[in-house]
């Protein structure tokens, strides 16, 4: 996929520690290319995105260290469920939890200086689903990085 688009894809498996956000920095410094974050759609997905660009909350004396504050939203995004027809069998309902995480995030001044941001966690809100970004896989093993990605970067959908 690099080779078609020079750019740096950063998925999540649970918060980044600091040694990940600072290579992220560090890759963002030094190859001097966009990075894109793809992850699950979903509140926790959302925290996780917002961790590597705006910093932790409970760490914010390292936000100028270890933040990427040009980091894009690639996906998953909750419009992505409608507009490439992932299948309801790959959809969750939201919990309370993920309700709370979604309104709580809705307050952050983050959040709310981003239009699209909101315009996404309203619409998740609304349709009361989440997905993981597996759920891309439904539609073709291949799909994400032949289609999904390619088209996504191309066409500037991202947040």
């Known amino acids: 996929f690099y080779n078609m688009i020079p750019c740096i894809c950063i998925t999540a498996s649970g918060q980044p520690d600091l040694a990940t956000r600072m290579f992220v920095k560090l890759l963002r410094k030094e190859l001097e290319l966009p990075i894109f974050g793809l992850m699950d759609a979903d509140p926790y997905g959302l925290d996780i995105l917002r961790v590597y660009a705006l910093g932790s909350k409970a760490m914010s004396f390292e936000t100028a260290e270890l933040s990427v504050p040009d980091l894009h939203w690639l996906g998953l995004l909750p419009s992505d469920l409608e507009k490439y027809q992932i299948p309801e069998s790959c959809r969750i309902q939201m919990d309370k939890n993920d309700k709370k995480r ?32 597996q759920a891309l896989a439904s539609r073709d093993p291949q799909f994400m990085t032949n289609q999904y990605l390619p088209q996504k970067i191309n066409s500037g959908d991202w947040v």
């Open 102 to 133: 979604a309104d709580d995030m809705l307050e952050e001044d983050f959040v709310k200086a981003r239009p699209r941001w909101v315009a996404e966690i309203k619409l998740m809100k609304k349709m009361n689903q989440k997905a993981e970004i």
